[in-house]
């Protein structure tokens, strides 16, 4: 491996923890945010749903955008927006402000996301190996860190913008010196299952069903969890608050070793035994007898869930090898549906049904998961399982002389 290569991963790895920091910082400071500018419960929904909204618009421009304009260029821009969007809805005081950084993050949130995962699908290309999910570690253990720094600001009840101005006083220069290090890969000749060609939906449609339905259980877990254990397996307060670290946490720990799984066993096999492990999660979740048990559940949802929305980035990227850009934009794009999607329906449900009934429906849609585990597989003269072979490429663009 050249040190433009290995610059190139780490510089993009630490992009990757900033993001998890950064959203990890707003998403767990919602209810400080609605003190603040005196947000209503009824009009509370419509900004939150206007984040992963706008973020799927960013996610479509950057399809565009990418076709003239490298995608390590959109990323090193818009990944300041990011930050300086957060930096906006802790210092403001009118409502007016706050929908202004909130469009902004979601904007950007977007153009990033897309624009990460393109530079992560090609660079593991240029490796020749799976490296994806040590990308998603880092964003992990971003979120674990952001979480941490969110709950230090409430617990010491510190104002939004004082949680806020020295993360992103660290992160903002960060960012732009290791944005230098950035590789873009020449494109994969026009070869492989679907050719250098347009990006087929139907072709993709399956990847597009897995994105969604791993971010419907995410969002479960995001937003369900502490209501789960408090209210239906009788929990306290403090206890409730703990579901969503133990995800997190094993999360991190599942991306940070699966790229040895991808590597020894394939691509395909890890996503099914991904899916039976969060299925098995929610049905310890919904058939739970008390929170100790319920939260054994959630510790398998992150070890199982952790594995999904990498690896189906990265088969995007081998099965339009020609048109990975698009593919990958176009891919994200469900990353907000399932977002959008998944807290809604379970409320829904566990209002009109019960919230244990309502847990075995993303259970449901996750093991859906193993009728698609073939749009997976590697290749056999590409990276993957037990097949792998390494390689360096030429790359054709760094990105130091953006």
Known sequence: MTDLLRRGRASLAFGFLAQGVAFALLVTRIPAIQDRYGVSDALLPAFLAAVPVLAGVGSVVTEKLVRTVRPSRVLRWSQPVVLLALLGVGLGQRMVVLAVALAAFGLAVGALDASMNMLGVSLQRTYGRSIMLGFHAAYSLGGVLGASLAWAGAHWELALWVSYLPVVAVLLPAVLVGSRGYVDGDPAPAEGKAGGGGVSFRMLLPLCLVMAFAYIGDSTVSNWSAKYLQDVLGSSEQLATVPYNVYMVTTLVGR?????????????????????????????????????????????????????????????????????????????VFNYVGFLVGSPLVGALGDAWSYRGAMLVPMALVLVTLVYARSFESEPDRYGGGHERSRTADVGRGGNGL
């Open 256 to 332: 940070a070793v699966g790229d040895l799984g991808v590597r020894r066993f394939g691509a395909a096999a890890v996503v099914r035994a991904g899916a039976l492990v969060a299925a098995a999660g929610f049905a310890v979740v919904a058939g739970a007898s008390g929170p100790w048990l319920g939260m054994g559940g959630f510790t398998l949802l992150g070890l199982g869930l952790c594995v999904l929305v990498p690896q189906t980035f990265a088969a995007a990227g081998r099965l339009f090898p020609g048109r990975s850009d698009a593919a990958v934009a176009r891919l994200n």
